[in-house]
């Protein structure tokens, strides 16, 4: 974690919450954003974690666990749909680019602090869906060097099998769905 900015990580994660590319495409080539990603993923985390108080103490415990989970789960689903299944012979990326713009593409999420908030936090809730969808689509789009076409079909292929996964992985341990992305 050397080299970690947090004045880098709040321009970055300002520029991709309003949709700059350019810095999504930054983030995918640079290897000291895993650890930023990481940080964004674990505040996010806390934020849905506290958020999510309305189911007691699974809600807070659960927001964590399946944000963790479901960050490093969905980089490497949406790898596999995205080289193997959607791709063309000039995809690229990896896994790592990937957890770096997914990660930094669920910064819309720590608006989910506000989830608990009865009626009103159902629809930021809602809002948040939406925004995290786009961010998530340009994310794919900049890690696997693909169309937004294609980056659209990688992430609804991908979001389908993780959602699998984390209901699979709430049910098993009786805790809220986050999904994450």
Do not use: H
């Amino acid at each position: 974690m050397d080299n970690i900015s947090l004045d880098r990580i709040i321009q970055r994660s300002k520029a991709i919450a309003t949709l700059d590319t350019r810095t999504y495409a930054e983030v995918a080539r640079d290897p000291r954003a895993l650890a930023e990603a990481a940080i964004i993923v674990v505040t996010v985390a806390v934020a849905r974690g506290i958020g999510g108080l309305n189911d007691g103490a699974n809600g807070l415990i659960g927001g964590i666990i399946l944000s963790l989970l479901g960050w490093v789960i969905a980089a490497m689903v949406v790898y596999f749909v995205g080289t193997r299944i959607t791709g063309t012979p000039t995809t690229s990326g990896s896994v790592e680019s990937l957890m770096r713009t997914l990660g930094y593409a669920s910064v819309p999420n720590v608006f989910a602090i506000f989830g608990f908030i009865w009626v009103i936090g159902s629809m930021i809730l809602g809002v948040l869906w939406i925004w995290t969808l786009i961010t998530t689509i340009l994310a794919i789009r900049a890690a696997l060097n693909m169309g937004t076409t294609r980056a659209i079909a990688t992430g609804l292929l991908a979001w389908i099998a993780s959602g699998i996964v984390q209901i699979l992985l709430a049910w098993i341990f009786g805790l809220s769905i986050f999904f994450t992305f």
